[in-house]
């Protein structure tokens, strides 16, 4: 049921009661009550210019700077009205009774109780208070009014008469951001909502995009997007508007992208939300990253690696110096890879520094640093600085230009470990990339010791997964025999509602490593292409390509051969 609260008398556009005398400003009573500050004044006016119709005070509802329960409070003073909070009390047969349904059709009213022959009524518009003729008229009898939030309204009406629907209570317990009395607040229990439900389906992101008729929210789930809700057209700007000031962006501001970052605790969870927004022709866009700062921290174990793969992997981080490059496109798990390595190597007689765009989660005992371009602070100067600390192994959120490079390999020929990610297809090409950069082949071939490209596939569901003889044709695709599966089980996605009919929950990595060898560093000297790196790497150093091990992972019976196509299907034929 939409909200009525009324506010200063001007802003009412022909009211069916006589005009009121001229009241004190709803602004004015909500800073006398410290309920609010100028800055939240001006904010919420901004926002009811954006959003004409809307009210100043269900601005500042709309916004978070106070729930329902305040809002009416403050009405009872600017309107001289008692409160009466309709949610803690259950209205009797004999109250309701004494008023027809017709009258509370008409006038959002509901009986409270009768006293000595006066009825009171509540209500949540305060303009009701200038029709008490035309009420006591129809009622015979004596009436007078209190104060109540629109949603206790709403339930008393739903439930005592039948007319209009019941608002949903929440049952969620406070946050950092919104406490219980917040999530009165529609826009607020909606947003939070949002939240949860990504929480509890697992959901890597969440896309909020206005389209021409609505406003679709998305969620991505093990990679893969889906729609979770449609939202009508008009939640757009409140919606928007209560997300940007959750992240701290400015909510006057249209027609600029803006980045941010909210702090969640859901679920007895702290949760870190990364916040990109982006001016569209349909409206702002909002994509929000989620970071589980419990969940997202996994060992080696749970990475996926197979076989002799475990091994080499560690055998490598345990390197007293040397690059080390994890590379793959975004939302590929460099990050969790690193950072899984980095828990393995943490221990308190060895120093670890980061440099993190932005510390996505805190690891105990790690000194990290996050980069802040609008101060001048970038990795560059996080590298440069974080040297002269001391440390033994270094990790750099970003390899993203020559000046990053070269320190990064200047600290890796002087006695460091590096871990760092760069943006490349797979792990042949990250030589040439930074070649390409302007790190002379010398440094390059030196200072790298080994290199991992990966990407992220969906695991099969193990409630639902069913074994199928592939055809031939699907073998073939991945480079596979008839011959090849004889005696191993090689399954289909189904669904069921344990993975929400998907088929698949949660990923796992495929991975492509290989380490520097002399014959590869004599071809990256000399500026060798990442053919002729690869074609070395696989007579010499074994490299399995990421269709291979994802091979591999079919069949393990731990994920398909469609899924590995859907991931690795760009790749060329010599790459797979």
Do not use: W
């Amino acid at each position: 049921m939409a909200q009525r609260v009324l506010y200063p008398m001007a802003q009412v556009p022909d009211p069916p009661y006589p005009m009121p005398p001229v009241h004190k400003q709803l602004g004015q009573i909500l800073l006398e009550m410290s309920l609010v500050d100028e800055r939240k004044i001006d904010e919420a006016l901004e926002h009811q210019r954006r959003m004409p119709g809307t009210k100043i005070g269900q601005a500042m509802v709309d916004l978070g700077f106070i729930d329902e329960i305040q809002l009416t409070k403050a009405l009872c003073r600017q309107f001289r009205l008692p409160f009466v909070d309709l949610s803690r009390a259950r209205l009797s047969p004999q109250v309701i009774d004494l008023v027809p349904r017709q009258v509370v059709s008409d006038f959002p009213v509901v009986p409270v109780k009768i006293h000595e022959s006066r009825l009171l009524l509540a209500t949540d518009d305060p303009m009701v208070t200038f029709a008490s003729d035309d009420l006591r008229f129809v009622l015979n009898r004596d009436i007078s009014f209190a104060l109540t939030p629109s949603s206790a309204l709403a339930n008393a009406r739903a439930e005592s008469y039948g007319i209009g629907e019941r608002v949903a209570a929440s049952t969620r317990g406070p946050s950092p951001e919104v406490d219980e009395a917040d999530e009165d607040a529609p826009i607020i229990r909606l947003v939070h909502q949002m939240f949860e439900q990504a929480l509890a389906d697992r959901a890597s992101d969440i896309h909020v995009e206005p389209l021409e008729d609505r406003v679709r929210v998305r969620y991505r789930v093990d990679g893969v997007c889906y729609e979770a809700n449609s939202l009508d057209l008009e939640l757009a700007g409140p919606v928007i508007t209560r997300l940007k000031v959750m992240a701290r962006m400015d909510i006057a501001e249209h027609r600029k992208p803006q980045d941010g970052r909210i702090n969640l605790r859901l679920m007895q969870r702290p949760i870190d939300v990364r916040v990109s927004l982006l001016p569209s022709t349909t409206g702002e866009s909002i994509v929000m990253r989620l970071l589980d700062r419990e969940a997202g921290l996994v060992d080696l174990e749970t990475l996926g690696f197979i076989g002799e793969d475990m091994n080499r992997f560690e055998r490598i981080i345990k390197r007293p110096n040397g690059i080390f490059l994890v590379t793959g496109p975004t939302g590929s798990g460099k990050t969790t890879t690193l950072y899984a390595a980095i828990k393995r190597l943490n221990k308190p007689n060895v120093k670890i520094i980061t440099a993190e765009n932005p510390v996505e989660y805190n690891l105990p005992g790690v000194n990290q640093s996050e980069v802040r371009h609008n101060i001048g602070l970038d990795f560059s100067r996080i590298l440069r600085s974080m040297l002269r600390q001391a440390p033994n192994i270094i990790l750099v959120g970003e390899i993203r230009d020559r000046e990053t490079a070269e320190i990064a390999i200047q600290a890796a020929l002087t006695g460091h470990l590096v871990f760092s990610t760069l943006h490349t297809n797979d792990a042949p090409s990250a030589l040439t990339r930074l070649r390409d950069m302007g790190v002379k082949p010398f440094l390059v071939s030196t200072a790298v010791t080994a290199i991992m490209a990966q990407r992220l596939v969906r695991k099969l569901c193990l409630s639902c997964r069913q074994p199928v003889k592939p055809a031939p044709s699907l073998l073939a695709s991945v480079g596979l025999e008839q011959s090849d599966v004889e005696g191993r089980n090689v399954f289909r996605a189904v669904g069921c509602r344990e993975c929400r009919f998907e088929g698949y929950k949660g990923r796992v990595g495929l991975f492509e490593l290989f380490v520097m060898d002399p014959q590869t560093r004599e071809i990256t000297f000399r500026g060798g292409s990442t053919q002729e790196i690869r074609a070395q790497a696989r007579l010499s150093g074994g490299l399995r390509s990421l269709r291979q091990d994802g091979v591999r992972k079919v069949l393990a019976g731990t994920t398909t051969i469609e899924e590995i196509l859907r991931v690795t299907g760009e790749l060329t034929a010599a790459d797979a």
